[in-house]
């Protein structure tokens, strides 16, 4: 037998289609050999066939329709509901979990789905990874060499661009914005697209917390949700109008790049 | 070396999503490869392979020193049409340009509104998730 060779940090980089996107994965090697990569990637799957209001068969869809019961779905499922009434509360009716009057957690989902991902890796020993879930960030430890891992966060008015570049540790990044997808956050309490804000960028530990904060910022437009942003705690906040004007919480600054 | 590599998937990527965007007639000619002129001392030339879009074969050199990029060459590109003509002279350089300005940014991944399966194609991350 061989004697034991150096460990050598390499890093696997991977992306999933799920969940009507992409989730990116950078992690060590030692998550491919142990299996956790490909468990945090079955378990997405499993979280679209539960909660995706896109099939039929979910449990979110039969819900919907008032064929089963809350006792009747996966136990994730009163999570999820809990959470989202939290959040629903805390915004003041921004963040809603029945977009257009029929139950749909989607706006949570994605979040939580992606940061229990990210705990997966965590749980088996991984002390350094990223998970991005279509343009919404959970980060572990830093890029190597004791630095942070460097976000881009996309410039909404200059597609390809990036508007700035931040500094994550251990944290969640998440942006929301019509640059992707078009107008579709809609305002709960008017019913017609949120106006005013480009993409609002809102950075602190929780990935399925931030990425609904930042749901909930943007559909509250940009005066109320700069208020709101500085209420948070623990959580920071960033935007672009769409006029190119941008704001940011105080503390946001910690994260940015000394450049 | 994995900034330079990712530097060029992004550049290739760049390129033939925007060659792809209209149909093309099947004449072409292309342009010389024009082999790298004598580099200075630490530098060296990384040449992709010949990417085939619907304007034609694309083929990018990239001139790296250190870990770093400085210098991108289009090899091989169409010049049947005006059109092509028109991508050699304002597009090729805007996405040069891109190409080193993402680098230079050091990102390791970007938050943004979220993407579509489809669009992802066309992002950033794409290009990162490519380049290990």
Redesign the interface.
């Known amino acids: 037998m061989p004697s034991a060779t150096p460990v050598i940090d390499v890093?696997?980089?991977?992306?999933e289609?799920v969940m009507?996107?992409?989730v990116?994965f950078?992690v060590p090697a030692s998550a491919r050999a142990d299996g956790s990569l490909d468990a945090a990637i079955r378990w997405l799957h499993w979280a679209d066939r539960v909660f995706s209001p896109y099939r039929a068969d979910s449990d979110v869809s039969l819900l919907a329709r008032a064929e089963i019961t809350v006792d009747g779905c996966a136990p994730e499922m009163a999570e999820v509901i809990a959470a989202c009434a939290f959040i629903h509360d805390l915004s003041g009716g921004y963040f809603t979990a029945s977009p257009g009057g029929q139950f749909d957690p989607s706006g949570y989902v994605?979040g939580w789905a992606v940061e229990r991902a990210a705990a997966l890796l965590s749980r088996a020993g991984s002390a350094d990874h990223?998970v991005?879930?279509?343009?919404?960030?959970q980060?572990a430890g830093g890029?190597g060499a004791g630095e942070p891992?460097?976000?881009?966060?996309?410039d909404?008015l200059r597609p390809?661009?990036?508007a700035l570049?931040v500094e994550a540790r251990d944290c969640a990044?998440?942006?929301?914005?019509?640059?992707?997808?078009g107008p579709h956050i809609v305002d709960p309490h008017t019913g017609r697209p949120a106006a005013g804000l480009a993409?609002l960028?809102v950075i602190g530990p929780s990935l399925a917390l931030a990425d609904a904060y930042a749901t909930a910022a943007f559909a509250m437009g940009p005066s109320l949700a700069r208020d709101w942003t500085d209420c948070l705690d623990g959580y920071e906040a960033f935007a672009i109008t769409e006029s190119g004007k941008t704001w940011q919480t105080p503390a946001f600054a910690r994260h940015l790049t000394p450049t | 070396m994995r900034r330079a590599i990712l530097a060029v998937t992004a550049t290739v990527a760049g390129l033939v999503a925007l060659l792809s965007f209209k149909t093309h007639s099947s004449e072409r000619t292309v342009a010389a490869a024009q082999p790298a002129a004598s580099l200075p001392p630490g530098e060296r030339a990384i040449t992709g392979n010949v990417a085939d879009t619907a304007y034609g074969p694309v083929q990018v050199q990239v001139v790296v020193k250190a870990t770093k990029i400085v210098k991108v060459n289009i090899l091989e590109q169409p010049t049947s049409t005006q059109n092509d003509l028109q991508i050699g002279q304002f597009a090729f350089p805007r996405l040069i340009a891109?190409t080193l300005?993402?680098q230079s940014?050091?990102?390791?991944?970007?938050?943004?509104?979220?993407?579509?399966?489809g669009?992802?194609v066309k992002s950033?991350?794409?290009a990162?998730?490519?380049?290990?």
């Open positions: 890093r696997v980089r991977h992306a289609h009507g996107t992409v990116s950078d994605k990223l991005n879930g279509g343009g919404d960030v980060c890029r891992w460097r976000v881009g966060i996309a909404p390809g661009r990036l570049v990044v998440a942006t929301s914005g019509t640059a992707e997808r993409s960028t | 891109e300005s993402a940014a050091r990102i390791d991944t970007v938050s943004g509104a979220t993407y579509t399966s669009g992802y950033l991350q794409s990162l998730d490519n380049g290990a």
